[in-house]
């Protein structure tokens, strides 16, 4: 699913965004002219507490050019529009997230540490969990982290094609799961109910016309997580209980190759 306006990565120029990414000299703003009133660096800053703090809907160069107090033409010196933004914003922060040192640790381990940098990635920036990325932004902040978490699944007998599926379907789960906690939140801010709440709410209706006879495992199963979960889903009791998943059916794999 796109995010909110058909957004994804990588879908202004190549070689512009490139060049700005890897920051090639002369790429972020005119060398000539006045003194220049921002840099690019400021304007993914920008963008970044927009999108942060109010979602993607929200971050137009007009919206970042009132934060820097530039005027949105003047925006346009730095960067060449939302599209190119986007991809450095996502670097960017790709390439400031914490990465822990997986020397020494089991290959359970690494995994279960990478899966928790990226879940804590998306909950410090829940835009990126809806912004498809099938053509990642080629900075160095994406193939950093793409480097480290390969590291992961080094040295255990996977081919090269094997680990970077391997790495895809880590962050997968990691990205679904992510979805569900910020769509949580995001409940109970716009409707102003938690969960316990709603359900609380909807309970005495749907006692009366609920048929337990005629449902009885949605009605078992349901009761029991409600009740365990204080709603429907809780989304750490998902990751947690699907990350151990995830790695079962990764040592099918792994542990049956041996490095």
Request: hydrophobic content about 40%; charged content about 25%; glycine content about 10%.
């Amino acid at each position: 699913m796109a995010g909110k306006g058909g957004e994804r990565s990588s879908a202004g120029d190549p070689v512009r965004t490139l060049e700005l990414l890897w920051r090639v000299p002369g790429s972020g703003g005119p060398a000539r002219g006045p003194k220049q009133r921002t840099t690019l660096d400021a304007v993914i800053a920008a963008a970044l507490e927009i999108a942060d703090a109010e979602g993607l809907a929200a971050l137009t160069m007009r919206s970042v050019a009132a934060k820097l107090g530039i005027t949105p033409m003047a925006t346009y010196t730095y960067v060449p529009g939302k599209a190119e933004l986007l991809d450095l914003m996502l670097d960017t922060v790709y390439h400031r997230m914490p990465r822990h040192d997986l020397d020494g640790m089991s290959w359970r381990e690494r995994v279960s540490t990478i899966a928790g940098e990226n879940r804590a990635l998306l909950t410090a920036h829940p835009w990126v969990a809806y912004l498809p990325t099938t053509r990642p932004p080629l900075g160095p902040g994406v193939a950093a982290k793409y480097d480290h978490e390969l590291r992961a699944f080094d040295g255990l007998g996977l081919d090269d094609l094997e680990m970077d599926a391997a790495l895809t379907y880590v962050l997968g789960f990691v990205t679904s799961t992510a979805q569900l906690a910020i769509d949580t939140a995001r409940a109970a801010a716009e409707t102003g109910q938690s969960d316990h709440e709603w359900w609380e709410r909807a309970a005495p209706l749907l006692e009366r016309v609920f048929d337990t006879d005629r449902y009885p495992l949605a009605a078992r199963i349901g009761a029991a997580a409600g009740q365990a979960h204080d709603s429907a889903y809780n989304a750490d009791h998902a990751y947690e209980f699907g990350l151990s998943r995830v790695l079962d059916g990764l040592a099918a794999l792994i542990e049956n190759r041996g490095p």
